[in-house]
């Protein structure tokens, strides 16, 4: 009988991905990349606890550096407690019933060291919140990879899986022509198993990458058919902005509000060689008969040991703050080796990907459809079946290329603060 031998795809097996994004991307309710990372930042759990502490930083901001509460004084003075007039409050002319307030008044560098603090601690809050949605954002645009590749494997496995199906057919029409043995068949019947085996594990990886993915954007929303892929063949920034703008990426973001909280806590050290002043009143009432009686007080701190105190706190703090500093170089020139492994990644994908679409894969297929062609018209089926498999894993290869860059461009493409794709 003749052999039906159905054309694929006439460079590389692209043509059924195309298909399948492109009826992805037409579909009611498709989940694209751009819309999972971005669900993901609005319902993550850190990104609302990071408002939170957000709105907490503002209330702090808002009450720092301002006077404290000032303080009401009440009480007897000078009541004799012993004599025979004991506990009464006439019977010195000393004794009297009064009423005051006191105020504490901070230094103003203490005030506006508070201020500052407050002011680094509402940034950073911001930061923290910020990075948060960063974080979401790139592991909910890994999920959404993940599946996305592994329903790319199965599309171009199915294709092999038809052509397997052939390969039966035809093992069968020589046995019926007794042009082969019983041996064919069942070696075409045990190579379709194993596509399939192969196609079970990667519905199980697919299943699996929902589940993450699920997370973040919820079961219905992962549930939802995939839209069109973003274009990982292009970097989302110009290569130059990634690696100059380290510090506005998010694993920078709460590297400056840290150290102007450092700088904040050197400035509250300095603030206690100024000395902090207190200021009350109070008027007292005596015996019948007698003057009633007022007092001002005023009160200054007295720093008279700021070698062993003051000093030793703002030697402290400025190591402190720079130490912070030096860690922070350190983060950058740390993030730009990483933004820029990152970018040698996605490049060295790339060539690959672009490898494989241009040639490896039209040539495997060739060569299975080749050999598939030979052995319906008398040869071997070991030479299919040696195609085959070898077309297989250049189809896996293929896949595990394409899903490597695409993590790659979403660990770049996360990094950079605004909406990112």
């Not at 052999?3 to 498709?30: D, E, W």
């Not at 007698?290 to 703090?317: C, I, K, N, T, Y």
Request: charged letters at 20%; hydrophobic letters at 50%; aromatic letters at 4%.
């Amino acid at each position: 009988m003749p052999l039906r031998i159905p054309c694929l795809f006439a460079q590389c097996a692209l043509c059924v991905i195309g298909a399948s994004a492109l009826a992805s991307a037409h579909a009611a309710g498709a989940l694209t990349l751009e819309h999972a990372a971005r669900i993901a930042a609005q319902r993550a759990p850190l990104v609302a606890a990071g408002r939170a502490r957000e709105a907490a930083a503002a209330a702090d901001l808002d009450r720092a550096g301002r006077l404290p509460d000032p303080t009401l004084q009440f009480g007897i003075q000078n009541l004799p407690v012993q004599g025979a007039g004991a506990y009464t409050f006439s019977a010195d002319s000393t004794t009297m019933r009064f009423v005051g307030v006191s105020q504490q008044i901070p230094s103003t560098s203490a005030l506006n060291a508070q201020r500052s603090a407050a002011l680094a601690g509402s940034l950073l809050a911001r930061a923290d919140r910020r990075e948060a949605a960063f974080g979401a954002r790139q592991a909910a645009a890994t999920a959404w990879v993940e599946l996305w590749a592994a329903q790319r494997a199965d599309a171009l496995l199915a294709d092999l899986s038809t052509q397997a199906v052939l390969a039966v057919d035809a093992a069968q029409a020589r046995l019926a022509g007794a042009r082969a043995g019983a041996a064919d068949v069942l070696a075409a019947r045990a190579q379709a198993a194993e596509i399939d085996n192969r196609r079970d594990a990667i519905a199980a990886d697919a299943n699996r990458a929902r589940a993450a993915l699920a997370r973040w954007v919820g079961t219905a929303r992962a549930d939802a058919a995939l839209g069109a892929a973003p274009d990982f063949a292009q970097l989302p920034a110009p290569e130059a902005t990634l690696l100059d703008a380290v510090d506005s990426q998010a694993p920078l973001l709460t590297w400056e509000p840290r150290v102007d909280a450092a700088r904040a806590a050197l400035s509250t050290a300095r603030a206690t060689l100024s000395p902090d002043w207190s200021v009350s009143a109070s008027y007292g009432v005596r015996a019948p008969g007698l003057p009633s009686m007022a007092s001002v007080q005023v009160g200054v701190r007295l720093p008279l040991f700021a070698r062993h105190r003051e000093d030793a706190d703002v030697d402290a703090r400025a190591a402190e703050l720079q130490a912070l500093q030096q860690q922070r170089d350190d983060a950058r020139r740390a993030q730009r080796a990483r933004v820029a492994q990152a970018i040698a990644d996605w490049s060295g994908w790339n060539a690959q990907v672009r490898r494989d679409q241009n040639t490896l894969l039209a040539l495997a297929h060739d060569r299975t459809r080749t050999a598939l062609a030979a052995y319906a018209g008398g040869a071997s089926l070991q030479t299919w079946l040696d195609a085959d498999n070898a077309e297989i894993k250049t189809r896996l290869v293929y896949v595990d290329a394409l899903a490597a860059r695409a993590r790659a461009w979403v660990d770049l493409a996360y990094l950079l603060p605004g909406e990112q794709p």
